[in-house]
C-alpha cells in the first residue's frame, strides 16, 4: 500500500503571497489532519478533515484554510504569508479519525516564506 | 494542555536502556509514540489506549498508567537507528476526532 504522499516537498514564498499544499492520504483512509512543525514550537494541529468535512480546528488564525475532496485527498491554503509561517507542514492520515485509530504521516511540505 | 515529556535529551552507547517520559494534566484516552529522523516524516512506533490495548512495533515496549495520566516508552538494548527524536501525541476523549496534542520531543542520540 502506498503511503501518504504530499505535494510539493519545497516551497520558497515572499511574503504576502498564498500558497496551497496537497496531501494525499493512505487508500481508503478518511481522515487526513495537519500539522505545522517549528523548531520553536514543535508540532502544532492545525485542522482535521473527515469525509470532506473540517471536524476539527486548533488555534491558527483564519489565514490558515483547507478542504477534503471527496477521494479524501486534501489541500491547505495560508493566504497572505508571514514569516512566521516559514516551517515543515505535515498531514497524516488514519482510516476512520478515531482518537485509537493510528496516524501516517507523510514526508511534508518545507515551506520558506522570504 | 500540551503533554510533557521528560527528559528533553538523552544521549546513550549502544546496548544502553532509555525511558522516555509523556505527562498529561488531562485525562488521556490515547497515547501515539513516534520517531523522527532529521529531515523525515514522523514514524508511527506504538499507540497506547485507555483500557490497556496497545498496537505497535514487536520491539518497542511502553506502559500506560491512566490514573497519573503518563505513558512511559521503553527503549532496551539501544542502537544507532535508535536516534532521532520521540514525540508523545496524545488524544483526548473518545469520540470521533484524530486531533492530536503532541509533547516538544526528547533527542535520543546512540553513540558506539
Known amino acids: 500500500k502506498a503511503g501518504v504522499t504530499q505535494t510539493p516537498r519545497y516551497l520558497i514564498k515572499t511574503r504576502g503571497q498564498q500558497v496551497t499544499l496537497s496531501c494525499s492520504p493512505i487508500s481508503g483512509h478518511r481522515s487526513v489532519s495537519w500539522y505545522q512543525q517549528t523548531p520553536g514550537q514543535g508540532l502544532q494541529f492545525l485542522f482535521e478533515?473527515?469525509?470532506?468535512?473540517?471536524?476539527n480546528k486548533g488555534n491558527f488564525p483564519g489565514r490558515f484554510s483547507g478542504r477534503q475532496f471527496s477521494n479524501s485527498r486534501s489541500e491547505m491554503n495560508v493566504s497572505t504569508l508571514e514569516l512566521g509561517d516559514s516551517a515543515l507542514y505535515l498531514c497524516?492520515?488514519?482510516?476512520?479519525?478515531?482518537?485509537?485509530?493510528?496516524?501516517?504521516f507523510g514526508p511534508g511540505t518545507r515551506l520558506t516564506v522570504l | 494542555q500540551q503533554p510533557v515529556q521528560s527528559p528533553q535529551a538523552v544521549i546513550l552507547r549502544e546496548g544502553e536502556d532509555a525511558v522516555i517520559n509523556c505527562s498529561s494534566s488531562k485525562a488521556l484516552y490515547s497515547v501515539h509514540w513516534y520517531r523522527q529522523k532529521h529531515g523525515e516524516a514522523p514514524v508511527f512506533l506504538m499507540i497506547?489506549?485507555?483500557?490497556?490495548e496497545q498496537k505497535g512495533h514487536e520491539k518497542i515496549s511502553a506502559s500506560f498508567n491512566e490514573k497519573k495520566q503518563q505513558s512511559s516508552l521503553y527503549l532496551t538494548a539501544s542502537q544507532l537507528s535508535y536516534s532521532g527524536t520521540y514525540f508523545c501525541?496524545?488524544?483526548?476523549?473518545?469520540?470521533?476526532?484524530?486531533?492530536?496534542?503532541f509533547g516538544q520531543g526528547t533527542t535520543l542520540q546512540v553513540k558506539p
Open positions: 478533515y473527515f469525509s470532506e468535512t473540517q471536524r
Open positions: 497506547l489506549l485507555k483500557g490497556g
Open positions: 497524516a492520515s488514519s482510516g476512520g479519525g478515531l482518537t485509537t485509530d493510528t496516524q501516517y
Open positions: 501525541g496524545t488524544g483526548y476523549g473518545s469520540g470521533n476526532t484524530g486531533k492530536l496534542i
